[in-house]
């Protein structure tokens, strides 16, 4: 996309950058003003059709907030006992030295750009901090959810993840469209709704079996079967429902639903579209590798007796923000924001790859991992077959999802805890702004839950304890807590996913 031809800022500026916003799936295009090198200024770009003028408070905070945070991390750090700043020279050298084996990287969403994935699968095992899907995400663009007159939202919440698609469920409602949320929780999109099923993931999985059965007495089931004959309809699913042992038993429920009706899906949230393994794989098989190279903070997902492996031996941990993988690795290297260097974003569920180019100065120590890397190991990645400069991306060629022997695991029975993003996620706990939107961890679950658990103030799960909210928004036999704290926050530190869960690389898990 071009600039404007008219500023959209009033303030006085002298450089004007267009660029996509890699802080979620929805890529939306931005423009930066710019005045002696300092960004003065920033609004959504106009052109944009997915954006259309807008960017989120997420996107806005990844942009201006990260490059002036005071907690940024910039330069090397040696992590021997007490942390020791080293030159870029030094880091290099001692990761050449130290990089040698059977190597694991683990790749996340917002620093991981597509050269530093093609550059991992020629070095090591890939994982991601994501589920993994060999079928195309969405067979619709989000821009185009408006245009169905019936969509079901299950477990799905663009809000907390993919946030501009919201507007398009907003526009489609307006437009007479029927929106259906059956959710274990409810939150923003579920106030649209006009049928609103609150369920827990064993309701959720029986539901969903009962579309696609011979006529029953459920009313509910009989009329929403009846809307799909004659609409047919999109059906959004949240990502979270493949990160857990329901998710055999949500692909079956899909394609037994593309199968009886005319019916376009989307998952919404944070996907791995290329091949990797997932963190369940990890935690099976840390034991076999030598060194580690890790992205973000995967190790919130990941239990104690993982992480104390990966301290045992070398490891290599980029990041923005000195977060709790930082504390777990041997070296510690400020990165680059998405904004810093010429970004490929490839993680979303919208099976689409955006190429953002650089829009903002480098802060000095701030390493583009790519270069750091290919240093390293004295190899370069070609990236051309996948660059797209346009709004819309570049799609990736993936079949829709086919009919096939899903395997059904399910959760053993009992009250489930749900961990999941709340409306910020872990990057935005570093901001002061946003972390103000929701300052502390809890524990939130309804009425019955709390009697059935003996509860009242405080929840206790693997010494870890938590403030109880009881709430009507939270399905009976569910205890919803936010994953996106964790204990090295500057601001309210909470308890990370993988103190107080078994299984913490799956977001569903039956309480014992």
């Known amino acids: 996309m071009t600039p404007p031809s008219i500023p959209l800022t009033a303030k006085p500026f002298d450089q004007q950058v267009v660029s996509f916003c890699a802080g979620c799936g929805c890529a939306c295009g931005y423009v930066l003003y ?3 090198g300092l960004v003065i200024d920033l609004y ?26 005071p907690l940024r991390l910039l330069g090397a750090y040696l992590n021997d006992g007490e942390p020791k700043k080293i030159s870029e020279a030094e880091a290099l050298s001692l990761a050449k030295e130290k990089l040698r084996g059977k190597i694991a990287l683990i790749l996340d969403r917002h620093l991981s750009s597509l050269e530093d994935y093609l550059l991992a699968r020629s070095v090591g095992d890939v994982f991601v901090d994501a589920p993994v899907l060999d079928f195309k995400p969405s067979t619709v663009f989000f821009n185009r959810w408006q245009e169905y007159k019936l969509v079901i939202a299950w477990e799905a919440e663009p809000v907390f993840s993919e946030v501009m698609s919201m507007r398009y469920i907003v526009d489609g409602v307006e437009k007479g ?6 959710t274990s929780r409810f939150s923003t999109v579920c106030s649209k709704a ?3 099923l609150l369920m827990n993931p064993f309701e959720q999985i029986r539901f969903m079996k009962k579309l696609t059965e011979p006529e029953h007495d459920d009313p509910v089931v009989a009329g929403l079967k009846k809307k799909l004959y004659l609409l047919g309809g999109l059906i959004l699913i949240g990502t979270s429902l493949l990160s857990s042992p329901l998710r055999g038993g949500v692909l079956k429920a899909l394609t037994d639903l593309r199968k009886h009706f005319e019916l376009d899906y989307s998952f919404v949230g944070d996907l791995m579209p290329f091949s990797a393994m997932e963190l369940k794989d990890f935690v099976e098989r840390v034991q076999e590798y030598d060194a580690f190279i890790l992205f973000g903070n995967p190790l919130v997902y990941l239990p104690e007796e993982v992480r104390q492996v990966i301290k045992g031996r070398f490891s290599i941990h980029f990041t923005l923000f000195p977060n709790l993988t ?6 510690v290297m400020g990165c680059s924001n998405f904004t810093e260097r010429d970004f490929i974003a490839y993680r979303n569920s919208f099976g689409k790859v955006y190429h953002c180019p650089q829009s903002a100065q480098r802060p000095e120590g701030a390493v583009v991992p790519y270069q750091f890397l290919s240093k390293v190991f004295g190899l370069e990645v070609d990236t051309k077959d996948y660059v797209s400069l346009s709004a819309e991306g570049l799609d990736l060629e ?9 395997e059904e695991q399910g959760l053993s029975k009992g009250l489930v805890v749900y961990t999941d993003n709340g409306l910020v996620d872990e990057l935005g706990h570093w901001n002061p702004w946003t972390h103000q939107m929701e300052k502390h961890q809890k524990a939130y679950m309804s009425e019955k839950t709390a009697e059935r658990l003996k509860v009242k103030d405080r929840l206790v799960l693997l010494d870890r304890e938590f403030d109880v909210q009881i709430t009507p928004n939270i399905a009976d036999g569910v205890v919803f807590i936010p994953s996106s704290f964790e204990e090295f926050q500057p601001f309210d530190p909470g308890h990370s996913v993988g103190t107080f869960c078994r299984n913490p690389f799956h977001r569903y898990e039956v309480m014992v």
Do not use: W
Not at 177 to 182: E, M, R
Not at 326 to 331: E, G, M
Not at 398 to 406: A, G, H, S, T
């Open 398 to 406: 993936l079949p829709p999802i086919q009919e096939r022997d899903f």
């Open 194 to 196: 006009k049928t609103k």
């Open 326 to 331: 930082s504390h777990y690795s041997t070296l």
């Open 44 to 69: 959504g770009h106009p052109a944009d059709p997915k954006g259309m003028g807008s960017l989120c408070s997420k996107g806005m905070t990844y942009i201006q907030e990260v490059s002036k945070n």
């Open 177 to 182: 469209s029927h929106l259906v949320c059956i």
């Open 34 to 36: 710019k005045k002696e």
